[in-house]
């Protein structure tokens, strides 16, 4: 019997986590949409490196570079959650291609 893979289990080392959060970046910003600053766009690259990292490389998650209710720290998270929200979508179709 086959074990079942969910999604949020597709996973990488943070070799192929970097290199597939850099495919990512472009391809969301290369859409019409509202300009992002570059403190978003790391925390997008952030929110999707953590969310295709292993959890044995969890030390080499990406933490917010900025202090605590700072404009830079909003920007930072609005750009994880939607990092996080594209890598979940690319780990669904990823195991759909099985």
Known sequence: ??????????RFNPLFAKNIASILLPDSFSKPRD???EDYKDGFQAGAFN??????YKDQFIK????????????WFSGYEEG???????????????
Do not use: H
Not at 3 to 10: C, G, L, N, R, S
Not at 64 to 75: G, H, N, Y
């Open 1 to 10: 019997m086959m074990e079942k893979v969910y999604p949020k289990d597709i």
């Open 35 to 37: 300009p992002r600053g």
């Open 51 to 56: 969310t295709l990292l292993l959890d044995k």
């Open 64 to 75: 917010p570079p900025f202090s605590k209710e700072s404009c830079q720290l909003d920007a």
């Open 84 to 98: 996080q929200t594209e890598a979940r979508s690319w780990q669904i179709n990823y195991l759909d291609s099985f």
